[in-house]
């Protein structure tokens, strides 16, 4: 959705006696980024994760292999 139309359906949804004040709608966009912050640290912190894992059990099968040998 572009920022035009959100724009346009926020403002539709008060009423012109009260406005959605900008402080609000800035506090709201804050707290959006700050999400989205939090989610890209997230799915960064579950990718070293997974490659952590992944080297753990290749290091795992490689012991397993030696040890047969």
Not at 10 to 22: F, I, K, R, V, W
Request: aromatic share 2%; proline share 4%.
């Amino acid at each position: 959705m572009s920022s035009s139309v959100l724009t346009t359906n926020l403002s539709s949804t008060y009423a012109p006696e009260n406005p959605c004040p900008d402080t609000t709608m800035e506090r709201i966009l804050r707290e959006i980024s700050a999400v989205g912050l939090c989610l890209e640290a997230m799915d960064s912190k579950i990718t070293d994760l997974s490659a952590d894992s992944s080297r753990s059990e290749q290091t795992l099968l490689a012991s397993r292999i030696k040890s047969r040998i």
